[in-house]
């Protein structure tokens, strides 16, 4: 083990312990460590924060604590204290960036301002720069074609909103993609971001927006690190599970044509929810995410997100694959992104069985339209038919590759994500087996 990765990981470890610090009220002690860590600084009377009696829970991007059941009173404010801005900022960026709790108490009490909270990326999925949210129009209810409608959904295991977009000129048995948003984002944020309504209206097919609480979670981060949300007819797996259920049974869905995707938390989450429900999805996508069930807690969660989470969940495969492979999937992930570490990109195709011995693999190498540069490989069967597919976007960050910008975390240079999302989706169905 070389010297400069026995350093990282003693830094790693006194973040995760700050973490836990801060979490537990200690803020003074954490504020100690953290300075400790950026070359033997030591605190100035003047930078030490006065320990809190109560924080509010934590909020680290893609990691949300829920809130629902936690008492108004257990909440409260605290003193601001002055680190040292930018030696904080380089040595925390990798750890807390893109993690969702409700950090923002915590870090004002750090003294959030000084930090540089927008280049940490805690107002959101970090990585690109963030947009203001655009206001869709608002559905009429009455279920016309070609409008995007405003529904709910309830059922055993809780209840959500959501949005679905039903094109104009419906048909009978149209497909439908399920587009789970990622940290601070929106249904109507999401869907002008991945502009997959406009690709809905000119190809002919519904796309369904589950919408996260706030009341769920602070930042409206999916919880795809929490054991209870994970798993079949459990949580928020059996939420958007029964949403999916709800727009077949109600829409003029093809139930052999239904897919799943998201971005960065919703893409952890899709993981989530297509490891526990091969039978309903015919394929998923993943942008920017990590594998089914590679965290179970907050500090596995970091982990994997700056680390990756090798061996943790990867062996079995999505679903109950036959001869290592699972339900077809998607991966999407940029090489820049320093949000969540692009090995966990890696980690989803051995999840999904790319190494399984009766696969082909072939790659293609390519610039898009805006200028990066990717690298798109496909893992295909004895048959010819993909059963995986990979782009690795090189220069991209924390963003939907070739999103519109009028939506949050997008980066329009990069090849379309969302045609590639569905083309690849169009070309499996559950009627066709997994083999």
């Known amino acids: 083990m070389t ?169 009978e048995n149209m497909p439908l993609v399920v587009m789970l948003h990622g940290c601070k984002q929106s249904p109507d944020d999401f869907a002008a971001g991945t502009a997959m309504n406009a690709l809905a209206e000119s190809e002919g097919f519904l796309v369904a927006y589950p919408a996260q609480s706030s009341r769920a979670n602070g930042h409206r981060c999916w919880n795809w690190f929490e054991a209870g949300d994970q798993g079949r007819e459990t949580g928020e797996a059996g939420i958007i599970a029964g949403i999916t259920r709800a727009v077949v049974a109600e829409h003029p869905v093809d139930p052999k044509r239904v897919y799943i995707a998201g971005l960065s938390a919703g893409a952890a989450a899709a993981a989530n929810v297509a490891q526990a429900y091969p039978d309903l999805y015919a394929a998923v996508g993943i942008h920017s995410g990590l594998a089914a069930g590679c965290a179970r807690d907050l500090s596995s969660a970091l982990m ?31 090489d820049g992104d320093k949000t969540v570490n692009p090995r966990n990109g890696e980690e989803v195709l051995a999840q999904a069985g790319a190494d399984g011995p009766r696969l082909r693999q072939a790659t293609e190498s390519g610039t898009s339209p805006g200028g990066l540069a990717y690298s798109r490989t496909r893992y295909s069967d004895e048959a010819g038919r993909a059963r995986i597919e990979s782009w690795l976007v090189h220069g991209l960050g924390h963003a939907w590759s070739g999103g519109d910008p009028s939506g949050s975390y997008t980066d329009p240079r990069g090849p379309d994500a969302s045609r590639a999302m569905l083309a690849f989706f169009l070309e499996h169905s559950l009627a066709a087996g997994r083999a």
Do not use: C, W
């Open 304 to 334: 994997a997100m700056n680390m990756g989470a090798p061996g943790t969940g990867l062996s079995g495969g999505f679903g109950a694959p036959v001869e290592g492979l699972g339900i077809p999937a998607i991966v999407i992930h940029g």
């Open 3 to 171: 010297d400069h990765t026995q350093r990282m990981q003693a830094r790693l470890a006194e973040m995760l312990e700050a973490t836990r610090l801060t979490g537990t009220g200690r803020l003074q002690d954490a504020t100690t460590l953290i300075q400790r860590s950026l070359s033997g600084i030591v605190p100035s009377p003047a930078a030490r924060a006065p320990a809190a009696k109560t924080l509010s829970p934590p909020t680290i991007d893609l990691v949300a604590e829920r809130v629902e059941t936690r008492p108004a009173a257990e909440s409260a404010s605290v003193t601001e204290a002055r680190l040292v801005p930018e030696r904080v900022r380089e040595a925390v960026e990798g750890v807390v960036r893109g993690l969702g709790r409700g950090v923002a108490p915590v870090l004002k009490g750090l003294g959030g301002q000084g930090l540089g909270l927008q280049g940490l990326g805690l107002e959101g999925l970090g990585g690109q720069g963030r947009n203001a949210f655009p206001d869709a129009p608002r559905s009429s209810g009455r279920g016309e074609p070609g409008e995007f409608l405003e529904l709910s959904f309830s059922g055993s295991t809780g209840a959500r909103d959501y949005k679905l977009y039903v094109p104009t000129g419906r048909r």
